[in-house]
């Protein structure tokens, strides 16, 4: 796919048009589990985000090297040296937060957003644009935790960033922090994502199919089977 | 000079009259016994709180819609129905500003952000319960209760159903209600009272209350009998059973939703039995007293399935050739 890449365009892509967590509906397993607080949603972010860039700018200088019919394996491998990386980095400068993220800071590997990036953009195009792509994306990331941690932490806990901000005599919404209310703030933030665009850029029709999904031609299950049959 | 004879128009050309203002109005009259009766039990204290909660309801519709520009829909009185189950789930004591978030949940969350009424995917009611007993735990099963009836010493706190576990009950608390719990879950003379009124009313059908309630009864029967009791013990804790606790308002008024509830006669039975299947289950093996609302919760999930599985027969379609639950949930 030869085409001029907007520079602009792939950075703020990541942010609402194609957040990956709101729009493109990635990554949900650490969204859903992490945000209970504001700190946990920054680190998560930013972890995240570091991931992303390096792996991006890695798949896509090897990208003509790698050959189609093993790339998942070797995105993974990349993915998971990097993750391996910030990992280390973590538990030994910022041990609160390994604590905290506990499980799901080795599962950033098999993040979708980050696979999902390498497979749809940083696989097919250039260093600087899949650099951009992976900070924009990272950016929307963590822009999605911080929003969801933040309400949930503010209606469920009382406190925002570790600070009482309601009157003690609130007593909080403790389902906020439970699953449920994870799941609960998910739904609508991604319904006013939704509405956000509706009422922001063009209305797409109803049942458009590939051209209404934010993945669009991205989309791993329009890639031409037959050129893979013979790069295999 | 229209004339309405020769017109012609698609079935079906006969249509009862009923409407959504009527419908919710029958179960608005079917509610007020139970109304009158709380307030008698816990006091004005109870009027204020189910008042607050049915303003809430309606202020929280009314809200909404204007905000998104839609036609108002307060005239139906469904938010009112609303209310009022929402604030009979509540104990008399519960604060009023949490009642008015659980009319948010309630309305605005489980409700109009699903699309409005007919598009709930449950009971908005019931979910708003829930979201405050996981949230608000503390004041939830607070059953203290208003002595407006001077000393009732056994039944004075916990909901019967803890103190049953332990205890005979003297049965006649049971039906007039005169014991702790949520404003509308005590008095089972007039929650069966408004139940009859809307079966004979035509409004809801008698299948769901009748396998669900009769489910529990008979479920719990032979658990006691299998556990070695006589059978007039056994008939005496089971009936103690159905009478505490939420039961009988939720069979009546929150199990037969139209929304919420199957709409064919096989996948009400089901509907009912399961019910009752998941109730006793919860209350006898799980770490809850109650189990009424979780298992309404649940089974509202499994409605559309129900429907899919028990759809009739269209005529002329050979039995062979007919297989219900394929197609379009």
């Keep these: ?9 792939t950075f703020t892509n990541g942010i609402l048009k194609e957040n990956p967590v709101l729009r493109l509906v990635l990554g949900c397993c650490p969204v859903l589990a992490i945000t209970t607080a504001v700190f946990n949603g920054i680190g998560m972010g930013a972890a995240a985000t570091f991931v ?17 019919g093993v790339r998942l394996p070797c995105y993974i491998v990349i993915i998971a040296s990097f993750v391996t990386l910030v990992s280390m980095i973590v538990k030994a400068y910022v041990p609160a937060l390994d604590e905290s993220l506990g499980v799901f800071l080795p599962l950033i590997t098999v993040n979708c957003i980050i696979l999902g990036r390498a497979e749809m953009f940083a696989s097919k195009n250039g260093v600087f644009a899949s650099a951009l792509d992976g900070l924009g994306m990272g950016i929307g990331f963590t822009l999605a935790l911080v929003l969801m941690s933040a309400i949930r932490e503010i209606l469920g806990a009382g406190q925002f960033f570790g600070l009482q901000i309601l009157p003690e005599s609130v007593q909080p919404m403790s389902i906020m922090i439970l699953p449920p209310g994870g799941f609960f703030v998910f739904g609508i933030l991604m319904a006013l994502a939704v509405f956000i665009e509706r009422k922001t850029g063009k209305p797409l029709p109803k049942n458009a199919g590939c051209a209404a999904c934010p993945a669009g031609e991205n989309c791993p299950g329009n890639r031409d089977e037959e050129a893979e049959e013979v790069g295999k | 000079m229209e004339n309405h004879k020769l017109q012609v128009a698609a079935s079906p050309h006969i249509t009862s009259g009923a409407s959504t ?41 009314a809200l909404w819609c204007r905000l998104m520009k839609k036609p108002i829909p307060v005239g139906d009185l469904s938010a009112v129905v609303t209310g009022l189950i929402l604030a009979f789930n509540l104990p008399p004591a519960f604060p009023l500003w949490m009642a ?29 319960r829930i979201v405050m007993q996981l949230s608000f735990t503390g004041p939830m ?9 001077g000393g009732v010493d056994a039944l004075a706190t916990a909901t019967p159903l803890i103190v049953a576990k332990n205890q005979a009950l003297p049965m006649i608390d049971m039906m007039l209600g005169t014991h702790g719990g949520v404003l509308g879950e005590t008095c089972a003379v007039t929650l069966l009272l408004g139940g009859l009124f809307l079966i004979v009313t035509r409004v809801i059908s008698a299948a769901i209350p009748l396998f669900y309630i009769g489910g529990v009864f008979l479920f719990k029967f032979f658990l006691n009998l299998g556990s070695g009791a006589s059978a007039a013990e056994s008939a005496y804790e089971s009936l103690t059973l159905v ?43 799980a770490t809850m007293p109650e189990g009424v609302s979780f298992s309404i919760l649940l089974m509202n999930l499994l409605v559309p399935y129900i429907n899919n599985l028990t759809r009739r027969r269209p005529m002329g379609v050979p039995k062979g050739r007919w297989k219900s639950g394929k197609g379009a949930a």
Excluded at chain 2, 28 to 57: N, Q, S
Excluded at chain 2, 249 to 276: N, Q, R
């Design chain 1, 1 to 9: 796919m030869k085409q001029k890449v907007n520079y602009l365009a």
């Design chain 1, 52 to 68: 992303l860039i390096c792996s991006n700018v890695v798949i896509s200088l090897l990208r003509k090297v790698i050959p189609s």
């Design chain 2, 21 to 61: 203002r009527k419908i919710m109005l029958a179960v608005i009259v079917a509610l007020l016994p139970t109304l009158a009766a709380t307030t008698m039990i816990f006091g004005l204290r109870a009027l204020l709180l189910t008042a607050v909660t049915v303003a809430a309801c309606v202020a929280f519709e």
């Design chain 2, 141 to 149: 099963i607070d059953y203290t209760f208003p002595s407006t009836y």
């Design chain 2, 100 to 128: 008015v978030v659980g009319a948010f949940v309630s309305i605005v969350i489980t409700k109009q952000l699903f699309g409005g009424l007919g598009f709930n995917f449950a009971n908005p009611a019931l979910v708003g």
């Design chain 2, 243 to 285: 009478l505490a606790g939420g039961l009988l308002l939720g069979a009546f008024f929150m199990a037969t939703d139209y929304v919420t509830s199957p709409y064919t006669l096989s996948g009400k039975v089901i509907f009912g039995l399961c019910l009752a299947v998941l109730t006793v289950s919860i209350r006898e093996w």
